[in-house]
């Protein structure tokens, strides 16, 4: 039989998530304080949030794995909630981006917006009963992000994170913490591996909320 059991997989992502609060340097009784929590939350069956207000939620994708687990949060939230959503894809030509690497000459930038909407184009498809649509930008992610979110007037934004360093301290990114810090609206981060680092501001009494936990619950 191939993959893993269900409860496999949950102990295998307890016990990396002590070994990473551990090495990020939470002392042994709060590590296991929030293994203990984890592990209530993954045990007990989640119902979609009826008080959220998000009806409107942008996902950035690019071509990483986080932006792929990304997009399938979005679109399960999307299915939930009923709501719309829109993909964004931001072509980096930043100067920090192209410094060093061959020049950004305007037939490569538009092979790389093509790309982009291709890309686009396929997490649309994969929208299956829910309003979509999408935009590609260029220039700074983080500013292309938040710009965008305010022209669409998103209620939510899901976007992917590396998810911690290798020292395995918890890592955003920087276009993420950008976004986290300056977004009007919460933002979902999304690890690789499908963990989630949540800012809200919005009112939600309800525990089993999407958007529940915060950015500032987690070491």
């Known amino acids: 039989m191939s993959g893993n059991s269900p409860a496999l997989n ?8 002590r070994k990473v609060l551990l090495e990020a340097g939470v002392s042994p009784e709060r590590a296991g ?17 009826t008080k959220c207000k998000a009806r409107r939620i942008l996902v950035a994708v690019d071509f990483s794995p986080p932006a792929a687990r ?22 980096d030509v930043s100067p920090v981006s192209i410094s060093g690497t061959e020049h950004l000459t305007p037939a490569t930038l538009e092979k790389l917006k093509r790309e982009g909407e291709s890309l686009c184009r396929s997490v649309v498809e994969k929208a299956h009963h829910v309003t ?14 938040l710009a965008v979110a305010r022209l669409w007037h998103a209620d939510l934004i899901v976007i992917g994170s590396h998810g ?6 918890f890592f955003l990114g920087s276009t993420v913490e950008t976004v986290v810090r300056e977004s009007d609206c919460p933002v979902m ?18 525990t089993n909320c999407h958007n529940n936990a915060k950015l500032t619950d987690y070491p």
């Open 10 to 17: 949950i102990e295998n992502f307890l016990s990396e998530a």
């Open 33 to 49: 304080e929030l293994v203990s929590t984890f592990s209530k939350e993954l045990a007990e069956p989640k119902q979609p949030c």
């Open 70 to 91: 990304a997009v399938e949060t979005a679109l399960s939230l999307a299915q939930d909630l009923a709501a719309k959503i829109a993909v964004v894809h931001v072509v």
């Open 132 to 145: 979509a649509e999408n935009f590609v930008r260029c220039g700074n992610p983080a500013g292309e992000i």
């Open 164 to 169: 911690r360093t290798t020292s395995s301290k």
């Open 189 to 206: 981060a999304v690890g690789p591996n499908g963990g989630c680092f949540c800012r809200n501001d919005n009112d939600c009494s309800d």
